[in-house]
């Protein structure tokens, strides 16, 4: 059905278009009459169609959310940045849209990707500018939300929140992250307050552990924080655990491998090699994929990239 309306008494007549379409294919024009003021007035049928089939689409299905996981662990040089940096490049490259988010004052990941964003996550949560003035294009399918030494200054103003401090990041990525399919996450090393807001605002944990000196007591001591925001966020769960720095030359990370995977198996990911071209791409603001597609570092983040999108032929 669709719907006439009177050109000059504005009374709307329902119409069957299905008896031009079917009967009278080749018919382009019809004259119709008002029935309720006679007037006579030419109505085009391929209009009516349109209209028509306007009507009968089915209504756009709603987009699903952004998975949003944060790389997380309280010690130092674990290989977070890398790895929020090149898991990000490699889903993009897989064809997700993919939203990258700095917590960290150091803002590294901004330099990795060769950019220099004039703003970012700082003001966005300080609200200066709007969140498309914050967020910087990286690469096809990547966008970026940097972050840097002025997050040291909204801190102290998370700090001073009387309440609802841990839901600022939250908040200002509430009407942002639809419009990805991954948001990531890097943080700092430590436990702050802004750590704690990634934890109210993230549902998935990847946590990469170095296969170097002691990493299962880092690794138990950050269980042991994140049980505490679980008290308050039921939606947030570790996910994945990324062993980072496996020097096959060596018997020591091997050992700590096994010992990892029987202590996590669920969490358990491919490990990360050590590798020359990983610690290399930086200087060149490149990702991984582009700086050495060839090499170990580019075959275990994209063997990450199937892990975590489940799709075991992503970046074939
Ligand atoms: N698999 C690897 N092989 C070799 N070098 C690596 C590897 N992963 C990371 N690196 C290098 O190790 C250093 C620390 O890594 P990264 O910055 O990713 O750690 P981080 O956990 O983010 O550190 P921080 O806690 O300071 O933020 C960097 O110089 C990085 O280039
Ligand atoms: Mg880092």
Redesign the pocket.
């Known amino acids: 059905m669709a719907i006439i309306v009177c050109p000059k008494c504005a009374k709307k007549h329902n119409v069957n278009v299905d008896q031009f379409k079917e009967k009278r294919p080749s018919l382009k024009m019809i004259a119709a009459r008002c029935k309720s003021c006679n007037h006579r007035f030419p109505v085009k049928i391929d209009q009516l169609i349109n209209q028509e089939n306007k009507k009968n689409k089915a209504p756009a299905k709603k987009k699903s959310e952004a998975r949003k996981i944060c790389v997380t662990l309280s010690k130092?040089?674990?290989?977070?940045?890398?790895?929020s940096v090149n898991l990000s490049s490699g889903l993009a490259l897989a064809g997700y849209k993919v939203l990258l988010v700095d917590t960290?004052t150091?803002g590294?990941s901004s330099y990795i990707l060769g950019k220099k964003p004039r703003a970012g996550l700082t003001e966005l949560l300080t609200k200066e500018l709007t969140p498309e003035e914050c967020i910087v294009r990286a690469r096809k399918n990547l966008w970026l939300l940097s972050g840097g030494k002025s997050l040291a200054g909204v801190k102290r103003i998370i700090d001073r929140k009387s309440f609802g401090a841990e839901w600022t990041l939250s908040e200002a990525l509430k009407d942002v992250d639809d419009r990805y399919d991954f948001v990531i996450i890097d943080t700092?090393?430590g436990w702050d307050q802004l750590i704690v807001n990634v934890l109210f605002y993230a549902t998935e944990v990847l946590v990469?552990v170095a296969l170097e000196v002691m990493p299962l007591q880092g690794l138990s001591e950050f269980m042991k924080s994140l049980g505490s925001i679980q008290k308050y966020r039921k939606e947030i769960a570790l996910k994945y655990i990324v062993p980072?720095?496996l020097d096959t030359r060596v018997k020591g990370p091997e050992a700590i491998y096994s010992q990892l995977t029987k202590l996590y198996s669920e969490y358990m990911c491919t490990p990360?090699?050590?590798?020359?071209s990983?610690?290399e791409a930086?200087s060149y603001g490149k990702s991984i994929f582009e700086f050495a597609p060839g090499s170990t570092?580019s075959a275990d983040y994209r063997e990450l990239v199937r892990k975590v999108t489940s799709d075991m032929d992503a970046l074939f």
């Open positions: 130092g040089g674990v290989g977070k940045t890398t790895t960290d150091q590294q700092a090393p990469p980072t720095f990360i090699r050590y590798s020359e990983l610690s930086p570092g």
